[in-house]
């Protein structure tokens, strides 16, 4: 199974702002559409992501955020995973990549189009219907065995 998979199956709206928007106005959008992260645009391309999390660090460091724009809290770095990477290689994407730091958002491309995003739960929810699929293959195979004896 692939990211597009996910995606096609998750349907649904993606939501972005720009580097140079207020902060508040990038927060009050994540909370109305009770979602995690939202991509940062620049003249319709990607360029950035912030998280809720790079929301909460900001909220620590600068404490009143009334004056903050979405370019001083999104990711410095931008990690990406193409539609036909596989679960498994966004998982390990999500663990393992150059920021130091796990991520639990992933955003699809297709070269400079962005597609969806992909979130760590959107993983644990495909992984775990493959496992169940599997679990229930295997089942089926052991209580069909041939009796040796016969």
Not at 53 to 76: I, N, T
Request: charged share 25%.
């Amino acid at each position: 199974m692939n990211v597009s998979h996910i995606l096609s199956k998750k349907g649904g709206s993606n939501y972005s702002v720009t580097a140079d928007q207020p902060l508040n106005d990038a927060v009050a959008m994540m909370a109305e559409h009770r979602i995690g992260s939202v991509v940062v645009l620049e003249n319709g391309a990607l360029k950035s992501i912030m998280t809720e999390r790079d929301v909460l660090m900001a909220l620590g460091r600068k404490g009143d955020l009334s004056q903050v724009k979405v370019s001083d809290v999104m990711a410095p770095k931008l990690i990406t995973c193409a539609a036909e990477t596989t679960i498994d290689e966004a998982m390990d994407t999500m663990i393992n990549n150059d920021t130091g730091r796990r991520i639990r958002h992933l955003p699809v491309v297709s070269g400079d189009e962005f597609l969806g995003m992909l979130s760590i739960g959107d993983v644990v929810e495909a992984l775990l219907t493959k496992t169940k699929f599997e679990n229930k293959l295997l089942k089926s195979y052991i209580q069909n065995w041939p009796d040796e004896e016969g």
